[in-house]
């Protein structure tokens, strides 16, 4: 089975990050697009971060109405700080039946030489990339690799960032986030 993994703090995850999966799961060749949640470095303290298995449970449960898409927490359990390519080893491991990709945003592909062992990632996985709009220019050496797939996937310009100053400011967020995860961010009053 190919599994996408697409990698992020998800604070909150909303309807950006759930169609860009789905959208990657239902027009490729992926069978499954897991969310690997990125635990919070100890040495990196940010207020705004939730815990970990807050996180974890807003992706639980804005994936639990789909089959394809799943939350992972296998970052939780890795030594820190986490870098991709020690995740990918561990989990071509544990699940050797599987065959893993990597999802990333047009944006990270701007740094991605910057990554710990890129070469290595490049050489072993496939990478879907969505559009996003950002600065700066992709490295020469990304453009047409074979193993670089750019996947028409809408833009959303949705950002966790801006959905927690506008609950922090009161304002009406709702429409962008699952409504099992809109429920349990109000219930738990979090970001305000």
């Known amino acids: 089975m190919k599994i996408g993994l697409y990698f992020g703090t998800f604070n909150p995850i909303h309807v950006g990050h759930l169609t860009i999966a789905n959208h990657l799961q239902q027009h490729s060749d992926l069978s499954q697009v897991w969310f690997?949640?990125?635990p919070l470095s100890p040495f990196k303290k940010k207020s705004s971060l939730?815990?970990?298995h807050q996180r974890l449970e807003?992706?639980?449960r804005a994936t639990k109405d789909y089959s394809n898409l799943r939350p992972s927490d296998i970052e939780f359990h890795l030594p820190e700080p986490n870098y991709t390519i020690d995740t990918?080893?561990?989990l071509n491991e544990k699940f050797p039946e599987h065959e893993f990709a990597l999802i990333m945003g047009e944006d990270?592909?701007?740094?991605?030489?910057?990554w710990k062992n890129y070469e290595i990632i490049l050489d072993n996985y496939n990478i879907?990339?969505?559009?996003?709009?950002?600065?700066?220019?992709?490295?020469?050496?990304?453009i047409e690799h074979p193993k670089i797939h750019n996947v028409d996937a809408p833009i959303m310009e949705i950002s966790s960032t801006f959905?927690?100053?506008?609950i922090k400011e009161g304002k009406i967020v709702r429409p962008m986030l699952p409504e099992h995860v809109w429920e349990y961010v109000d219930e738990m009053n979090f970001y305000k």
């Open 36 to 38: 690997v949640v990125t």
């Open 50 to 52: 939730l815990d970990n």
């Open 58 to 60: 807003m992706v639980y």
């Open 88 to 90: 990918l080893t561990y």
């Open 108 to 114: 990270n592909l701007k740094s991605f030489h910057k």
């Open 128 to 142: 879907y990339v969505y559009p996003r709009i950002s600065e700066g220019k992709i490295e020469h050496q990304f």
């Open 163 to 166: 959905i927690r100053k506008s």
